[in-house]
């Protein structure tokens, strides 16, 4: 069956260090998005792609980047990682627009 | 500019009681609006869109273009529901969230 996995599903990190999440999809889906949800925020996008080697940003894009150089991958980059970014971060990915988007399971960030 | 909204944070209701779970959008073109829904540890699925017209474990959603609204409801609540629910608008190619209501029902 199709899935969009996450990986790691937790992680403790410094302030200051590179972060790299994963997320790898199996649906052939050409978007593909990035999401962090905290309490009173809900899900915000942090980047999105339309299809490979295209990026772009969302709504709390600062400190963060992605690449598609395939696509089943979209992995999210924190550049320098800050306490403000601890928080559940969300990847999904969906056929195209106004269809329905299926969603990793989370992966839980903490930046001590 | 776009945007979902739902006002509520927290809705609490007892079993057999009726929900309604609010939402609002702003958005200048024809919306496609969605309602996810995340149980507890679980990922967000998808709930039901506007244009099934489906009803999805007894919820229904009707879009009111008039008062852009696309309140979720459902006649008689089970314990089951309780979970977070996001309302989500399809804005040209991005998908963009509500800030979500947590619905509890109490036995």
């Known amino acids: 069956d199709a899935e969009i996995t996450q990986s790691p599903r937790h992680k403790i990190t410094e302030t200051g260090r590179q972060v790299t999440l994963a997320c790898h999809q199996t649906?052939?889906?050409?978007?593909m998005f990035w999401y962090r949800q905290d309490l009173g925020h809900g899900l915000r996008l942090i980047h999105y792609?339309?299809?490979?080697?295209?990026?772009n940003k969302g709504e709390v894009s600062d400190g963060y980047s992605v690449s598609r150089s395939n696509t089943e991958d979209l992995p999210l980059t924190l550049e320098s990682a800050a306490s403000s970014q601890t928080s559940v971060y969300f990847c999904?990915?969906?056929?195209?627009?106004?269809?329905?988007?299926?969603f990793g399971q989370g992966t839980r960030l903490t930046v001590v | 500019a776009q945007r979902v909204t739902q006002p509520e944070k927290l809705l609490s209701v007892f079993k057999g009681a009726p929900v309604e779970l609010k939402c609002n959008y702003s958005y200048s073109g024809s919306p496609e609006l969605f309602w996810y829904v995340q149980y507890s540890r679980q990922r967000l699925q998808l709930l039901l869109r506007?244009?099934s017209r489906e009803s999805i474990k007894g919820f229904t959603a009707d879009l009111n273009k008039g008062e852009t609204s696309f309140h979720l409801k459902k006649p008689f609540a089970q314990e089951e529901d309780s979970a977070m629910y996001y309302c989500a608008l399809w804005v040209t190619d991005k998908l963009i969230f509500g800030t979500g209501t947590r619905l509890q029902v109490f036995p």
């Open positions: 792609s339309y299809g490979v080697q295209d990026t």
């Open positions: 999904a990915s969906s056929e195209g627009a106004n269809t329905e988007a299926f």
């Open positions: 649906w052939n889906h050409n978007n």
């Open positions: 506007h244009i």
